[in-house]
């Protein structure tokens, strides 16, 4: 499996911007994408995850009202969609997959992207 996250970049304190995932090597039908971030210095953060079966969704309470991931199972595609941004969104972001057995924010994933930078200015 393999995933390919674009979208980053640089945006102003209260300003919006959406990150893509990209995912192939996988049917998409019973799988789990996931976003996590990393800032300087911290911990690999996951933040939201969804199921391409049911749609379920789960948030991390740091970007619960702000955040929202969907998905196009046709494109394969997963999106995070991100309002109100703030300085301390400030990380790379990374998508990641893993398949249906498990699920959640807390559980092992075993592809990752790349990482696309967000910066949030204040």
């Known amino acids: 499996v393999q995933l390919v996250e674009s979208g980053g970049g640089l945006v102003q304190a209260g300003g919006s911007l959406r990150l893509s995932c990209a995912v192939s090597?996988?049917?998409?039908?019973?799988?789990?994408i996931a976003w996590f971030r990393q800032a300087p210095g911290k911990e690999r953060e996951p933040i939201s995850c969804?199921?391409?079966?049911?749609?379920?969704?789960q948030y991390a309470d740091s970007v619960k009202g702000r955040f929202t991931i969907t998905s196009d199972n046709a494109k394969k595609m997963v999106y995070l969609q991100m309002n109100n941004l703030k300085p301390e969104d400030t990380a790379v972001y990374y998508c990641?997959?893993?398949?249906?057995?498990?699920?959640?924010?807390?559980?092992?994933?075993?592809?990752w992207g790349q990482g696309t930078q967000v910066t949030v200015s204040s």
């Open positions: 969804i199921s391409s079966e049911d749609g379920s969704t």
């Open positions: 990641a997959w893993r398949d249906g057995n498990s699920w959640g924010l807390n559980v092992q994933y075993d592809a």
């Open positions: 090597g996988t049917s998409f039908d019973d799988d789990v």
